[in-house]
Structures are given as structure tokens and as C-alpha cells.
């Protein structure tokens, strides 16, 4: 009964790519050379950060409210959403002429909060998560009526999510492995749909983020996994598979160093996954970037912390004497290495000093860890005890 009630047939997922036609884009798929040399294997990334929307959930969306009735839209439509289905609802929503109310947690990022509300739906902040939200959507569904769209235990919106495997096959029919981000399952179950009817040899594999409670990738940040998608995702996928915060931060500014997409967590794990290993398979892999509606802050944040564990960030400490030019003798030093100073802090009190003495913290840009080095090993060899702090 579960399974009838969310699975579609592939004539589903044909039947929603007629419905998205010239509403829904057909994104690119990029080759990666940087992501092939480091995997050993041919990356190629479909790009739906590149979607309409910021990402994949505008098919599902668009699916399902193309399929109601006049007196379900007459009642407006309700969904609960980290942020992405939320935008995509509100979108197609606002397209068709129907009232929007969107239940969204208090923790999702505010460039996801505000496209809710820039597409015109009412957007509601409530919970710390996803399933306090979607309580909370359900409520309000019972109390005052609405169509709810379920971010993932439709089969309309799971139709709409497997038209992506569609094109990625016309595109690349080459391809032989697939790798899927795994939040509620709607997309991975769509997507491995698809290609066990269209091209079953392909190796498919989900991507969770392994944490418990807060992560990154807040488009896949589910605290319970769906009792009826997960259950099918592991007879469908060849396996399932999860990556911690780092290796998706890892991810997020390889992608907008190297490949210029700027891709959000949940996106991004398909990516991180490849980089640990954990893809498996042989030949050309294809990880889907589901999508790039990334706060600016936490994208902020990713990049600085990503640069400095790739050594382009050197922060360090340090003692000179206390007087005139003892400073520009060290950024001196620090120009003939080629190092670029963002920021310079003396500490004379709360730090233990002797009275001709002044601490002082460097905060530098370098090239790579190897340039890290090189500075430090210079000012060694000119009587500077360094504390390196990053």
C-alpha cells in the first residue's frame, strides 16, 4: 500500500516531463576535470543548482499542482519545506493563481525564507526543524483546510524529481554511476525509478549527511527517515551512504573554486562523497547538484574555513620588542615571502609578556600548505618563535 501510495511508473515520470516542458529547464551537465584527476574516473555534474528556483524541487512542484482539481487549488496549498520545496511550491503557486502558505523552520536559511515570501506565498517560521514544521503545516491543513504538498511522500512530486534521470540519460548515455543526495528520499526515489526501468546496469548510489541534528547540508537535514521512501531507496540503490561536514565543505569550495557553482550543502554531498571514495562503481560518474540556494553567510563561512584547511589561510602569534619598526622588520619579512596581510593585532594586556615585550597576530593569505611553510620556516630562521594557530 505504501509503495502505491508515493512510487509513480516510469510512464509517470514521462507523463510529468510532458507537463514540464518549457516550464521546468533542461540543466546542463558540466565535465569536471579537476573532480576527474582527483577521482581517478570521468566526472560530469548535472547542474540543477542551475534549475529554476535554485534547485530540482521545481518539477516535483510543478507536477503536483498542474494535477489538481479547481476546488483543491480553490483551497490553497500548504507545504512544509527546509527551504527549497518551499520556494518551488510558492513558485508554481504563484504561476497557476493559487494562494500559498508555507511552513518552514525557524533555522532555515534567510535566502530560502525570503524567496518563499518574494514568490508571494505566506511564509511561517515554526520549529528548530524540518519535522516541526511539517507538524505544524498538518495542523493547520486539519484546522482551516488546504491541499498539502508533501515535500516527498507524493507521487506526483517524486514523478516530477525522476524527470532529471530522463535527461541525464539523453545527455550522457554513457554514464555508469549516479549519485544522489538523500534528505526525504523524493528525489533518489524518482531519479532510481527511472533508470532501473530505463538502463538497470547503472550503479546508483544515496548520499546522507552523517550527522545527528545540525549540518550544512540543511536541504537533506530529515532527523527521521521516511518510513515509506527508505524502505524502497534500499532495494532500488546499490547502496547508501553518508558524509560528514567537512568533507561537504570540502566540496562546496572545490565546486565554486574550481567548477565557478556555487552549490549548497545538500547538493554539494553527492560531490563529497566521490572525493572520500565512497561512490564506488567504475566509469564515468555523474553526482547531481540538486542545489545552490546557499546562505550567503554560511557560504561565507564554508569558504574561509575551507581555504584555511587548504593552507590558503596561515593565522598566527607571535613576540617582538617593543619599539619602533620591530613590526615593519616582520611584515617585511612577511612581503618578501609573498604573503598577503589581512589582518594585524598587537595584545600587550591579558597575554604573558614581559614589560619590553608586545604579542602580535598575523592573519595571512598564503598559496597552499607548502607556502605555509616556507613563511614559517623563514621567520624561525630569523629568531621569530611562532605560534601557528590555524
Known sequence: MATQQIAPTLADIQEARRRLQGIAEQTP??????????????????????????????????????????EERAAGVVAASAGNHGQAVAWAARELGVKARIFVPDTAPMAKVEACKNYGAETVLTGAFFEEALDAALAYVEETGGTFIHPYEDPFVVAGQGTIALELLEQEPE?????????????????????????PEVRIVGVQAGVDG?????????????ELTMPLLEDLLDDIVSVSDEEISEAIVLLLERAKLVVEGAGAVGVAALLAGKAGGSGMVIPILSGGNIDPTMLISVMRHGLTVAGRYLVMRTKLPDRPGELIKLLSLVAAERANVIAVEHHREGVDV????????????????????????????RGYTVERLS
Open 214 to 226: 545540525y549540518t550544512i547540508a540543511d536541504g537533506i537535514a530529515v532527523k527521521v527517515p521516511s
Open 354 to 381: 614581559s614589560v619590553s615585550e608586545t604579542e602580535v597576530g598575523l592573519t595571512l593569505v598564503t598559496r597552499d600548505e607548502a607556502h605555509c611553510q616556507q613563511l614559517l620556516a623563514a621567520m624561525a630562521e
Open 29 to 70: 551537465i558540466y565535465l569536471s576535470e579537476t573532480f576527474s584527476r582527483r577521482s581517478r574516473r570521468e566526472v560530469r555534474l548535472k547542474a540543477e543548482n542551475l534549475q529554476r528556483t535554485g534547485s530540482f524541487k521545481i518539477r516535483g512542484a510543478v507536477n503536483k499542482l498542474s494535477t489538481l482539481s479547481p
Open 175 to 199: 554514464v555508469g554511476t549516479v549519485v544522489v543526495p538523500i534528505g526525504g528520499g523524493g528525489l533518489a526515489l524518482g531519479i532510481a525509478i527511472a533508470l532501473r526501468a530505463l538502463r
